[in-house]
């Protein structure tokens, strides 16, 4: 899997988690489901937190406060997207950086790709992938892949260490 499909796996599933985590709380009174955000109003029901989209003043100024996704604000290479807690999040957009302020939606590779297309040719997807930069997962993995091997080293000198330990002690003992 690329590292931007990883990167929105995870970005959905926090959102999932903090939406989830907001329904299942007991409480007894509202005070108890109050989690400052200025777009929800928080109310306990039924000895549960439920969640509603608030109408007052702060909740319409604010910008990030969304009822749908067409009511973020749009940002450069940026998908909105709005959830239960009624709060605009945002994921990159995939192929698409910014450059001063501008935005360049396809990079050289892919201008490239799209006018060999009437010719028949085009680059795999496979392709395209190796030149992504790396996300979290692949430095995370770089940093396991990394400690298991200075384990591997430090334990390979430990061993060379304790022969020659060993060999010093036999040849002490033999005399």
Do not use: W
Not at 32 to 54: P, Q, V, Y
């Amino acid at each position: 899997m690329s590292s931007r499909v990883v990167q929105l796996l995870v970005f959905f599933f926090l959102v999932l988690l903090c939406c989830v985590h907001s329904q299942n709380v007991v409480c007894s009174r509202d005070s108890d489901c109050n989690d400052d955000n200025i777009c929800t109003i928080d109310l306990c029901l039924e000895g549960r937190c439920a969640t509603f989209r608030s109408d007052d003043e702060d909740a319409r100024a604010d910008p990030n406060c969304c009822g749908k996704d067409v009511d973020c604000p749009k940002q450069l290479c940026r998908v909105a997207a709005c959830f239960s807690d009624f709060r605009c999040h945002y994921s990159p957009l995939g192929g698409c950086s910014t450059s001063e302020g501008l935005s360049e939606l396809y990079d050289d590779d892919a201008n490239e790709s799209s006018s060999e297309e009437g010719t028949g040719t085009s680059e795999s997807s496979t392709e395209e992938e190796e030149d992504e930069d790396p996300g979290v997962g692949d430095i995370i993995g770089a940093v396991v892949g990394f400690v298991i091997l200075g384990i591997l080293v430090l334990s390979f000198i430990v061993v060379v260490i304790l022969m020659v330990i060993q060999k010093i002690v036999r040849r002490l003992t033999e005399r």
